[in-house]
């Protein structure tokens, strides 16, 4: 049986092993996923061929820094500097990040309503919007809390700034505003509610990547009567490109399809949509 697991911390509220067990089951795959709390990115690889993994998804906050324990990097992976997905070929170990595709699978109904996004939050996931954004053509605007992590997006041509700088982004009007900090977690908003509130102003859609509970962030956009989408087709449709990879590069069986892992995955994202 191979094993697969889900590495974050914390790692509790994932949905992941359901899903990939889900598809797992319906597909008569002999293979298990599991989630890991992983306390240091440094025992990563250690940890990974110890329990014999052959693949893994990887979540906040190691999307960025577990990139270094892999071999090599694959595809859009290269250029956002960040992964969500590990494959184990042999004793190497590839990288791939499925979260900007899923990201524009999600919001593909819209694609139509946007020229314009503010993405608040400058992590792994923020480098894969931006990057997946750009490629479509859309405008991008990034701004964080502290200036750091902003030096990636500058140095690739992105609009960005400090949070608190508002004098920055005041001017501009965004058609799509994208909270990818993890401060919904903590139940915060990513910024103070009268810029937020500002920004909302023009906005037709507020994105937060979080899924399974109510946030702020969304409870304030939909106040502003802003359409609203939580993280949980993200969370879907990245998992769609992550199982294919997982299955296609490792069955036996050659018949796995991308449209039969989808439909399993579908009917998975039914159940814990309610
Ligand atoms: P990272 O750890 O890579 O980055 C976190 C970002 O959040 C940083 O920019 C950090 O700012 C910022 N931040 C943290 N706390 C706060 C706060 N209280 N206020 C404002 N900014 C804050 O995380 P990821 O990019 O991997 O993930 C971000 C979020 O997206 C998480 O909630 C994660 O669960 C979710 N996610 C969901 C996915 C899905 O499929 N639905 C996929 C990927 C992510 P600073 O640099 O200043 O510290």
Redesign the pocket.
């Known amino acids: 049986m191979r094993i697969y697991a889900v590495f974050g911390n914390p790692i509790n509220h994932s949905k992941s092993p359901f899903l990939h067990n889900f598809v797992f089951e319906n597909l008569n795959i002999d293979a298990k996923y599991v989630r890991f709390c992983l306390k240091n990115a440094n025992d990563f690889r250690d940890i990974f061929f110890r329990y014999g993994f052959s693949g893994a998804n990887i979540?906040?906050?190691f999307?960025?820094t577990l990139l270094e324990s892999c071999d090599e990097i694959k595809g859009i992976a290269t250029k956002i500097g960040a992964i969500?997905t590990i494959i184990r070929v042999d004793s190497k170990l590839f990288g791939y990040n499925t979260?900007a595709i899923?990201f524009y699978n999600s919001v593909f109904s819209y694609k139509n309503a946007f020229k314009n996004a503010l993405i608040i939050?400058?992590?792994?996931?923020?480098k894969a919007i931006a990057f997946i954004l750009k490629e479509h053509n859309i405008k991008v605007t990034i701004i964080?809390?502290?200036p750091?992590?902003l030096d990636f997006f500058r140095d690739n041509g992105f609009a960005c700034g400090l949070s608190s700088d508002f004098s920055v982004y005041k001017h501009e009007i965004f058609d799509i505003i994208i909270n990818?900090?993890?401060?919904?977690?903590?139940d915060?908003l990513?910024l103070d509610s009268a810029i937020l509130s500002h920004c909302f102003a023009n906005a037709k859609l507020a994105i937060d990547?979080?899924?399974g509970k109510k946030c702020k962030f969304l409870e304030l956009a939909k106040k502003r009567r802003i359409h609203t989408l939580d993280?949980t087709k993200?969370?879907l449709y990245?998992a769609i490109e992550a199982s294919y990879l997982f299955l296609k590069s490792q069955s036996k069986n050659s018949n796995i399809k991308y449209k039969n892992i989808e439909n399993a995955m579908f009917k998975a994202y039914k159940i814990i949509k309610h």
């Open positions: 979540t906040v906050p999307k960025e969500n979260d899923g939050g400058a992590g792994g996931s923020a964080n809390k502290t750091k992590r990818a900090t993890s401060s919904s977690i903590n915060e990513p990547l979080m899924y993280g993200m969370l990245q």
